[in-house]
């Protein structure tokens, strides 16, 4: 079997989420989701990218069962999340935004109920080997109150993973979270899709998104606008910068250079040119071919990429 | 059924009692003795027998009841009041359990912290007072029937408030006179004829005057009315925590 191919064989199933036509307008007469249509597949890492208010948390609140939707139906590898309730939610862990936890309980103690409360039987040492992983082992007789913010989001996310569950939400996980949890966090995450748990994060932090997504949607005024391949996202709508770096600075773009997409920067220090990575034909070779018969040296050259930050507030502009 | 979720939560919320013990089983065992000392013997020692009863114990079941009510009430109420305050309610909502699961769980600890306080005050009277069970099965009949049915009642009080001050409101307005204007220190055959007939429409009567039959085979009004107004009052709880759950009414948006 070549490397494509449990890729393959996973591509083959049938998605672990879908949800067809969901809406929800809440009694406020917010409508907070618009129809989405959605799938995501076992075992991605799916982002669920969009400004605050968008519409994220009650996506995944109705998917967790805490909000009753409006319209539409979803289901949870192939169980109706309203129908078949208890074996939709038996597959699911939540990692909520808010750091909502009991205070005056031990971290053993919420740990191990959660467990129970999603009817899986008593399994000390599992609930040992998910508190080591989260660097949790040494406080297990604490109460919860008497730990850190960074501390308290470890606690929930033991909660979650209590159950064993093969579908993890994580809604906005690393908000108000130091460096070095959030790359502990980021390799739990990894390490948890090795063993084909499915995640979805919804956050506002681009770079998380960049930095984990197999897959990116973005979500805006309860409507999901794109969903997209992170890699293909980026390849699609980003553009790339070719600066140079001139040997002698210029007054203004030579009229020999007008036909290329050209500005000046650094006090006519340096050419930018602004190019599709998608087009057949960047322009690069003629650009630089125009130049040498213009007689323009430059002693550096740089390209940049732009970042799914630049994506994102550009399409978020575009919808505006 | 979800047994192994309704036991987490029943067992989370008996360890909460545990760790609050002086709160929840200490502090009512005794300012209800406190009720014994100023009634029974102080106030009690002038006041003739009651139905052949001696007034400190005419008045027991009467504070056993009281206690019963108030803190079936406190109980359930603060036990699914809290989660939604401090917002760890998301937990219960997003796992495989069913909203009648999540009922008995609540309810089931509420019932069992007031009738284990029921027995500690009973075994409290009987230093105090010589105490004599003519129907034991009624008693706990009624003790658990009574336990329940106002675990069931501080249940929705707690699903209802969307405040503490609301969480003490029915309590403090609208339970505590009924408790103490329903026959908890004297026979209403003592009052006037006028307010015995209003006293009548209050449901507490019922549930200590059956209380009391259990203790002494007397009772105000008879037992099969004690006991069916028991039960329409579980009734209506039910009817009440049913469309709780048909609606999501304040748990879920």
Redesign the interface.
């Known amino acids: 079997m070549d490397e494509a191919g449990p890729d393959l064989y996973l591509a083959a199933m049938p998605p672990i989420i879908s949800v067809e036509n969901l809406s929800k307008t ?2 406020t007469g917010l409508p907070a989701l618009k129809s989405i249509d959605l799938s995501i597949d076992r075992g991605e890492i799916f982002a669920l990218l969009g400004p605050n208010g968008a519409g994220k948390t009650t996506l995944i ?1 109705i998917l ?5 939707p409006s319209e539409g139906r979803a289901s949870i590898d192939g169980h109706d999340i309203v129908r078949d ?6 597959l ?1 862990g ?1 990692v ?1 935004q ?1 750091l ?6 031990s971290v053993w ?1 919420t740990t191990s ?9 008593k399994d000390p040492a599992k609930i040992e080997r998910i508190l080591r992983d989260l660097s949790l082992w040494e406080k297990k007789d604490a109460q919860i109150r008497t730990l850190s913010g960074g501390m308290k989001r470890r606690v929930l996310i033991a ?1 979650a993973l209590a159950h064993e569950p093969r579908v993890l939400f994580l809604d906005e996980p690393t908000a108000g979270v130091d460096v070095g949890l959030r790359r502990d966090m980021w390799a739990l995450v990894r390490g948890l899709r090795e063993t084909g748990v499915t995640i979805i994060l919804t956050t506002h932090y681009i770079e998380e998104a960049e930095e984990m997504a197999d897959r990116v949607g973005v979500i805006l005024g309860g409507e999901i606008i794109l969903t997209e391949d992170k890699a293909a996202l980026m390849a699609k709508l980003g553009q790339k910068q070719l600066t140079l770096q001139l040997a002698e600075p210029l007054g203004a773009v030579p009229p020999a250079l007008a036909g290329h997409q050209l500005e000046l920067a650094d006090d006519g220090c340096s050419l930018v040119y602004t190019y599709d990575t998608q087009g057949d034909r960047t322009g690069i070779t003629g650009l630089l071919t125009d130049l040498a018969a213009a007689g323009i040296h430059f002693k550096d050259l740089q390209t940049k990429q732009s970042s799914l930050e630049d994506i994102f507030v550009g399409l978020v502009g575009a919808n505006r | 059924m979800n047994w192994r979720a309704i036991y987490a939560i029943y067992y989370f919320e008996m360890a909460r009692a545990w760790r609050t013990v002086m709160q929840s089983i200490i502090s009512p065992v005794i300012s209800t003795s406190l009720y014994f000392v100023v009634f029974g013997a102080a106030i009690g020692s002038r006041i003739q027998q009651v139905d052949n009863v001696s007034y400190g114990a005419y008045i027991v079941p009467g504070l056993i009841m009281l206690t019963l009510l108030t803190q079936s009430i406190a109980n359930a109420s603060f036990g699914i009041y809290f989660p939604r305050f401090a917002g760890t309610i998301y937990e219960i909502l997003s796992a495989p359990i069913s909203f009648i699961e999540i009922t008995v769980a609540y309810v089931g600890a509420a019932a069992t912290k007031s009738i284990l306080i029921g027995l500690i005050m009973l075994a409290t009277a009987s230093l105090f007072v010589p105490l004599q069970i003519q129907h034991p099965v009624w008693m706990v009949g009624f003790l658990v029937l009574t336990a329940v049915t106002f675990s069931l009642f501080g249940f929705i009080i707690g699903i209802w408030a969307d405040g503490f001050e609301k969480l003490q409101l029915v309590p403090l307005l609208i339970v505590t006179p009924l408790t103490f204007l329903g026959g908890a220190f004297y026979s209403i055959d003592m009052l006037p004829p006028f307010w015995r007939g209003v006293s009548l429409f209050n449901p507490v009567v019922y549930l200590i005057s059956g209380f009391r039959w259990s203790f002494f085979g007397q009772s105000d009004v008879g037992v099969e009315i004690s006991l069916a107004m028991t039960l329409v009052f579980l009734a209506i709880c039910l009817t009440a925590v049913w469309y709780v759950f048909k609606t999501g009414y304040r748990l879920k948006a």
Do not use: N, Q
């Open positions: 809440y009694a609140s967790c069962g805490i909000v009753t309730y208890r074996a939709a939610r038996a699911v939540l909520p808010e909502t936890t009991d205070h005056f309980e103690s109920f959660s467990r129970g409360l999603f009817g899986k039987p909660k």
